[in-house]
């Protein structure tokens, strides 16, 4: 059999949204790699998606529909048929709804697929169902906040353009592993002489290829930006003219929050020393074209959005945005780009329903009332492992009067609680339309596979609860192919003629954002509005976090791996083995406190709850910080609690984000754990 090689696009939630080429014998993918002709991705995959057919293809994956047949979270199902499964949720749902109103239903989802068919398709299922609605705020929304209220709706400076930069800041990302591509530019920039810098809570392997790297207490960075700029400030280093040009509240932000600010008051706060502020505050301020990449790291806490506006406010200060190469990027946006709409049919909302936060989805099932959550459908999620407080969660789903249906590729934690569980497609065996979220490429691709035995995609699932559950909408009967048809069938600035057919294609295409590209400031007031009257606080001030009041000794910091991405792709032995096992990385100093050493099983507890984990005393963190990377199935964890057994549902200042990062625990050794 000779191989078909077929494009298609990484459907993970990842800013870099590679172009595959997928190889394909007799209907299976043998082999995964990056597109060399693709215009970001240039032949370069990250290491999970490498063997990407391993998950595609791995016997873990899920068939057939099943139901449940032991008690709630045992795993205990047998296979039923795909109509008998259609029939039991609609006859349930239309139940619920006539006895509880729509509103009892929740639909649970996230970024298992980001493809804008597939990722949005229940919406209008739900809206038109009048489910409650979730609010999708898990992941960076104190991030867009923060930028919007310094910078409104000015779009992003072109990723691109840190190739012209003389000195790059990777704050509060790991792009060697969150982010690869953004990594090889700033790496060339560097090659071509720029500095590279990065700032976060532990050495990271960006920290690592960094030339230099600075590591901050947990949520601190607006104290480190407020310090640079009184230093800034002091010492004549603001660009007077271009502040009187652009700027709004200059004035009042040195007269009533600078003068607190010196680099000692604010030295405790961030972590640094006095003059490790001062040289910071020096080098960034005489720096020709600096190029901030701000991360989603420092944005996961109680001032989150606060301290995204606080360090936006550097480059308006020294006039960064000026030249070529400088400026700050907190992320793109392509969202006008496609007529998405016509997908997520808003308009099918009768009377708008109630907006329940994702991040509260153990207080959604434990106690919200009128009308109480009755059913529950997860797709492309699995809230079980990734969403803060996991204990909470899990007693939502263990409630017997409660019903879940979840649609997944793999026996997830979530799935495991499910009385119908319903088979997924993988992003090779359904089409979609891909735009990216951090840079401004897009492409379309079909199925490069059939489905696995009889696995079904979103689009295809949802249109089956529509005709069981008797709408004649006909909006339900057309194909996945139809909606990206009308995706790209639409009159936009972003794309001419050309890049429309090439779109149409299957090719990688750049998209082109409409004017801009940061030098006029779409807000309000025309400028950079350091002072904003509309916000409850108008100007950027210090704020604490979470866990500051929280009365535990050590923050814990849930950070990512390179290989995996949040609770995907455990499925992969070979990653799974390279991540050994569920581990806390600890200082000595802290280690030496408590008597432990690596290799310790340890416990780590909150008051939400208790964790165990192998302990690896090692530099890399701080004392005062303890760090895990991963977001681990249950099936691999001693005890059968992740890291969200820690994490709270308290929501970010702005957006009403998560706080997964906002956490303070003690550690003690475990004397039931054995270490592995
Ligand atoms: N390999 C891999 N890639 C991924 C993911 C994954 O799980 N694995 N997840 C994907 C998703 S959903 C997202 S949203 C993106 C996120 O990608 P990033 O924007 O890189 O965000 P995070 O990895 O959450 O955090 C980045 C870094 O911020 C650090 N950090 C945490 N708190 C602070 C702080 O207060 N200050 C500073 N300066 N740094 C801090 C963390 O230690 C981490 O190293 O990555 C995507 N890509
Ligand atoms: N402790 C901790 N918690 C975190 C994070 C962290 O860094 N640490 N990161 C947070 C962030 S930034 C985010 S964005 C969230 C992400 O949370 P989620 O969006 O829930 O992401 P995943 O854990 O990757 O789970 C996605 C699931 O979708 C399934 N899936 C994939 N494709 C399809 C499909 O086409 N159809 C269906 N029905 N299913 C599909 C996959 O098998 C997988 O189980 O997690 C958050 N939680
Ligand atoms: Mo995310």
Aim: charged share 20%.
């Amino acid at each position: 059999m000779s191989t078909v090689t077929t494009r298609s696009v990484c459907p993970f939630d990842c800013p870099d949204t590679c172009g595959l080429l997928v190889g394909v014998v007799d209907g299976r993918a043998i082999k995964v790699s990056g597109d060399p002709l693709h215009p970001v991705t240039r032949g370069l995959l990250c290491p999970k998606m490498l063997h990407y057919e391993r998950s595609v293809h791995s016997p873990r994956r899920l068939t057939v529909p099943l139901l449940r047949s032991g008690a709630k979270g045992a795993g205990e199902f047998r296979p039923i048929t795909w109509d008998e499964a259609i029939e039991r949720i609609c006859s349930r749902w239309k139940d619920l709804a006539a006895r509880h109103g729509g509103e009892s239903i929740l639909p649970y989802s996230y970024a298992g697929t980001m493809g804008l068919v597939q990722r949005n398709s229940g919406h209008p299922f739900f809206h038109k169902l009048g489910a409650s609605r979730l609010e999708r705020t898990i992941c960076s929304p104190a991030k867009d906040a923060g930028w919007k209220s310094l910078m409104g709706d000015t779009p992003a400076i072109d990723p691109a353009a840190i190739g012209q930069s003389d000195m790059v800041i990777l704050w509060g990302i790991n792009a060697v592993a969150t982010s690869i591509h953004a990594m090889r530019d700033a790496m060339e920039a560097r090659k071509r002489g720029a500095r590279l810098w990065a700032i976060d809570t532990y050495r990271t392997p960006t920290c690592e290829a960094a030339d230099e790297a600075f590591i901050v207490r947990p949520g601190g960075d607006g104290a480190l930006a407020l310090g640079m700029m009184h230093v800034i400030v002091r010492e004549g280093l603001a660009d007077q003219a271009f502040i009187d040009a652009n700027v709004l509240g200059f004035d009042d932000f040195t007269a009533k929050i600078l003068p607190d600010c010196t680099p000692e008051r604010m030295s405790p706060l961030c972590g640094l020393s006095p003059e490790t502020i001062e040289r910071l505050a020096r080098e960034y301020a005489r720096a020709g074209s600096p190029f901030i990449r701000l991360g989603s790291g420092l944005t996961r806490y109680a001032n989150g959005a606060m301290t995204v506006r606080t360090i936006s406010c550097l480059p308006a200060l020294t006039g960064a945005w000026q030249r070529p190469g400088g400026g700050l990027l907190a992320g793109t946006s392509t969202g006008s780009a496609f007529p998405v709409h016509k997908v997520t049919r808003e308009d099918f909302i009768d009377k708008p329903t109630r907006l329940v936060s994702m991040n509260q989805l153990g207080a959604a099932l434990t106690e919200l009332d009128s009308p109480r959550v009755m059913g529950l459908y997860v797709y492309h999620s699995n809230p079980a492992s990734i969403a803060p407080d996991q204990n909470a969660v899990i007693s939502g789903l263990l409630r017997d009067d409660l019903f879940t249906v979840v649609h997944e590729r793999f026996m997830t934690d979530t799935a495991r609680y499910a009385d119908i569980v319903l088979p997924a497609t993988s992003s090779l065996e359904h089409p979609d339309l891909y735009r990216c979220y951090g840079g401004y490429h897009a492409q379309r691709c079909d199925a490069a596979i059939p489905a696995i035995g009889e696995a079904k995609s979103n689009w295809d699932v949802f249109c089956l609860l529509a005709e069981g559950m008797g709408w004649d909408e006909p909006f339900f009967r057309q194909s996945a192919e139809e909606l990206i048809r009308q995706l790209i069938d639409f009159d936009t600035p972003w794309r001419d003629v050309a890049t429309t057919e090439r779109l149409r294609r299957g090719e990688p295409v750049m998209l082109t954002p409409p004017e801009n590209q940061g030098r006029v400031w779409l807000t309000p007031s025309g400028k950079i509005e350091i002072l904003n009257q509309r916000e409850q606080e108008p100007l950027p001030r210090l704020l604490p976090t979470h866990a500051e009041g929280d009365g535990f000794p050590l923050r814990l910091q849930p950070a990512v791996t390179p290989q995996a991405l949040n609770s995907s792709f455990y499925e992969q032995e070979e990653l799974r083995r390279r991540q050994r096992c569920m581990e806390l990385l600890m200082n000595p100093a802290d280690a030496a406190r408590r008597g432990l050493s690596s290799g310790d099983a340890v416990t780590v507890f909150n008051r939400l709850g208790q964790v165990g984990f192998t302990l690896d005393v090692t530099e890399r963190v701080p004392p005062g910080t303890v760090v895990t990377e991963g977001v681990w199935w249950s099936e691999f964890i001693a005890d059968g609690r992740g890291v969200n057994a820690l994490t709270s549902q308290r929501l970010t200042d702005g957006g009403r984000g998560s706080t997964l990062y906002d956490v303070a625990v003690e550690v003690r050794a475990c004397t039931v754990l054995k270490t592995t």
